[in-house]
């Protein structure tokens, strides 16, 4: 499986699990580790919190942290996981939807060209 198909199979199990009848619980963390404990655990899915992840590097909370930053943790838990991951990227690091967008496939494209 290459990775864009790895990654839309991950979005499409996450988006199944919004509509389960299971309540869907996303529990959060802020490294590699925390999310293959999780995934271990039993968590179908997890997600980053943009403040775990700002205070675990030495930052404050509220965008202080270097977008880049946030999206390299992003990109280290997602690829430690088999599971969906969301990322808490806050209000997007930007002013405009010009730049909201360019964030997002950054974050969405991870070690994988956009197309």
Do not use: C
Request: hydrophobic share 50%; charged share 20%.
């Amino acid at each position: 499986m290459s990775a864009t198909d790895a990654q839309m199979a991950k979005a499409e199990r996450f988006l199944a699990l919004h509509h389960a009848p299971a309540l869907l619980v996303l529990p959060n963390i802020w490294d590699p580790l925390g999310a293959l404990i999780l995934q271990r655990l039993g968590f179908p899915a997890v997600a980053t919190a943009s403040a775990a992840i700002a205070y675990s590097l030495g930052s404050d909370d509220g965008e202080r942290l270097e977008l880049s930053e946030m999206l390299g943790s992003a990109r280290r838990i997602a690829a430690a996981v088999d599971v969906p991951l969301t990322a808490d990227v806050e209000s997007g690091y930007a002013e405009d939807l010009g730049d909201l967008t360019a964030n997002v496939r950054e974050l969405v494209r991870g070690s994988r060209p956009l197309e």
